[in-house]
């Protein structure tokens, strides 16, 4: 990650037509071939970039969360795809798993040696809770990535790593107290800095980074050539692959809509898009990290719940109990989490989905 706290003289650059008012905004500077385009970065411009956070935990901004506090983020924002207890669904790798008491005690997980212990959580895996913090920080949950409060991010990282086993239930954690969970990670002692990309003795190293990789370059392994293809029967099993774009990003999945080659599936007919009430209570929930208005995500889309229910004298009131209660098997093996929404807003939810668009 990119620290702008060793930005010297840094410089913004914009077009010209920014730059005849860059006085309003800061020193007028110039850039290199650019004469009188670009301004000094403001402080309050680099505070919003520099939030990264280091392994000796500089960076970390002040805040708390308790693991009771996590587990409300947790189910209300994160089990939809990572399960109630970390185990996560088909979809994703799960997050827990595979470490010990001992592990905790020693710092290292021995399964990670074991061949015949498969599984890779990341918990057996992640050496620094920096890391983990960060990363939930800034890309979770997966359809609002950076919307978490900074005491919401440290309530979620207490609440994974109390299912873990690493923290106790009554468990704070906060900027003054990550030492105190880091020093119980699992994996903690299973990253070593002998390879000095990290150059500096704050991190263990000599200061001079290894840069031919010499540890690595001796008795190597013939190259390998890594493909994957998506057989002809597993090609729609999730949905339209196509479909499933995240709102952030620049990945683009291949249309699996029909057979390998074929031309792109005709669009399905528009489904009618939420109302503003709606669509913020989707959104608050959660909902729409599983399910788009239309297309398969990791779940159905809410046309597809509508077209199915469609004829249901009781589609209201089952699909609340279902909402409320979750559950697998209707729509495939993906697990749908309990949700935590009130009857109230459940009720606006099922009475859009019945009723609130094309049957």
């Not at 906060?174 to 002998?194: F, H, I, K, V, Y």
């Not at 190597?220 to 998506?230: I, M, W």
């Not at 239309?294 to 809410?302: I, M, T, Y």
Request: proline share 7%.
């Amino acid at each position: 990650m990119c620290s702008w706290r060793s930005v010297a003289g840094a410089v913004l650059l914009a077009g010209p037509w920014v730059a005849a008012g860059a006085g309003a905004v800061g020193p007028a500077v110039t850039a290199a071939g650019f004469p009188g385009i670009g301004r000094g970065v403001t402080a309050a411009e680099l505070k919003a970039w520099d939030i990264d956070v280091r392994p000796d935990f500089k960076g970390l901004p002040a805040g708390s969360g308790s693991v009771a506090q996590g587990q409300v983020v947790w189910e209300s924002k994160c089990a939809a795809c990572h399960g109630v207890f970390g185990e996560s669904g088909e979809v994703f790798n799960p997050l827990v798993g595979g470490t010990t008491a001992d592990d905790v005690t020693t710092g290292h997980v021995k399964r990670l040696n074991d061949r015949a212990y498969p599984g890779r959580t990341t918990l057996m895996k992640v050496s620094t809770i920096s890391t983990l913090w960060d990363y939930i920080r800034r890309a979770m949950p997966w359809t609002a990535p950076k919307s978490l409060s900074v005491d919401e991010v440290y309530a979620a990282t207490a609440y994974l790593l109390n299912l873990g086993g690493v923290l106790p239930d009554d468990f704070v954690l906060s900027d003054r107290t990550m030492a105190q969970a880091q020093a119980r990670l699992p994996n903690r002692n299973g990253m070593t800095t002998a390879h000095d990309l990290w150059p500096g003795a704050e991190f263990g190293g000599s200061g001079k980074p290894d840069v031919q990789g010499s540890p690595c370059m001796t008795n190597c392994a013939p190259e390998r050539r890594v493909a994957s293809l998506l057989p002809d029967f597993a090609r729609n099993a999730h949905g339209n692959l196509a479909e499933q774009n995240r709102l952030v990003g620049a990945q683009h999945g291949v249309d699996t809509a029909g057979p390998a080659g074929a031309a792109s599936a005709p669009a399905a007919a528009p489904a009618v898009a939420p109302d503003a009430a709606v669509l913020t209570l989707l959104q608050a929930n959660n909902c729409t990290a599983c399910h788009a208005t239309q297309g398969r995500l990791v779940g159905p889309g809410f046309d597809e719940v509508r077209r199915r229910y469609a004829s249901r004298p009781d589609a209201a009131a089952y699909l609340r109990a279902k909402i409320r209660s979750g559950g697998s098997g209707t729509w495939g093996g993906v697990t749908m989490p309990p949700q935590t929404l009130s009857d109230a807003d459940a009720g606006t939810i099922t009475a859009w989905l019945v009723g609130g668009g094309a049957k």
